[in-house]
């Protein structure tokens, strides 16, 4: 999931996000105004189980 991030929403879901920047810089993340919601996802265990894709 290189380029996400995840946002903890219980002990085994994270909603992941894909910032809309030009890169992943510190700079370019505070002046992002857009991302997209890539889904909830269960990543514990052997593979990963997307809830909500």
Not at 13 to 27: A, E, W
Not at 35 to 43: M, S
Request: glycine content about 6%; overall charge neutral.
């Amino acid at each position: 999931m290189k380029g996400k991030y995840s946002i903890h929403i219980s002990a085994n879901y994270r909603l992941i996000i894909c910032p809309n920047s030009p890169d992943l810089s510190k700079n370019s993340l505070v002046s992002c105004e857009e991302f997209y919601i890539e889904g909830v996802v269960d990543y514990h265990g052997t593979k990963q189980t997307w809830i909500i894709p």
